[in-house]
């Protein structure tokens, strides 16, 4: 089994809907984070949590909110979503007892808001 | 703020020929460089990291990379293009000063022709 999963694989919404995509590892990694592709940007860090009770704002946060509902699950929430949102967006993992911070990645979900 | 550069979107290789993918970094204080690679329908996998160690950096499938301060670069390299390496190739850089957030380039593409 993968160590890092997210659900749904690919979505297809309506604009103004609400959306939440969900990632879960098993990795026993404190560090996760979510992250959006789009083409030509390459990947933009949008929240990130570095244990359940610490969650941090990345780059790109307007728009999005995220729950740390146990060190395995980490959810990206799209309150009402819009079709700038439609991007892959990634979920990740790291183990903070290595500095160098390795990341280790979900195999994405492709989200369309139309 | 730590930035990373990726010279070149698109990079087109015959099978066997040499490939050499090009990243330039900025930091404020020593970075950690990465280079993910992210094959079709999936997500980002490492291929290597420089964490001021060796300066030239040997990773899986053949690919090594060189840090050169005096250049700000970590120019990835693989002496024989091979089919399977085709796929969209990332560097990242991240430092302690920022969480050992990653901040990621917008990736160049590589196809490989037979």
């Known amino acids: 089994d993968a160590d890092v999963t997210q659900t749904p694989r690919n979505r297809i919404t309506k604009t103004g809907k609400r959306i939440m995509l969900e990632c879960s590892q098993t990795?026993?990694?404190?560090?996760m984070y979510w992250y959006r592709q789009d083409p030509g940007l390459g990947l933009r860090l949008i929240y990130y949590?570095?244990?359940?009770?610490?969650?941090n704002k990345g780059e790109i946060s307007d728009g999005y909110s995220v729950s740390r509902q146990a060190q395995a699950k980490f959810s990206l929430s799209l309150e009402s979503a819009i079709p700038n949102q439609t991007a892959l967006y990634f979920c990740?993992?790291?183990?903070?007892?290595?500095?160098?911070?390795?990341?280790?990645f979900g195999p994405g979900t492709r989200l369309t808001v139309l | 703020a730590q930035s990373v550069t990726q010279l070149g979107s698109h990079v087109s290789v015959s099978e066997g020929a040499l490939v050499l993918l090009r990243c330039n970094y900025s930091s404020s204080v020593p970075p950690y460089l990465f280079w993910y690679v992210q094959y079709p329908n999936q997500g980002l996998q490492l291929l290597l990291k420089?964490?001021?160690?060796?300066?030239l950096v040997k990773g899986i499938n053949g690919f090594e990379a060189e840090f050169k301060k005096s250049e700000t670069s970590f120019h990835l390299t693989k002496p024989s293009a091979h089919m399977s390496d085709a796929a969209e190739y990332f560097c990242?850089?991240?430092?302690?000063?920022?969480?050992?957030?990653?901040?990621f380039g917008a990736g160049t593409t590589v196809t490989v022709r037979a």
């Open positions: 990740a993992t790291s183990d903070p007892g290595h500095r160098t911070d390795t990341q280790y």
């Open positions: 990242a850089v991240s430092d302690q000063g920022n969480d050992y957030k990653l901040s």
């Open positions: 420089y964490t001021s160690a060796a300066t």
């Open positions: 949590s570095f244990d359940v009770k610490d969650i």
């Open positions: 990795k026993g990694h404190d560090r």
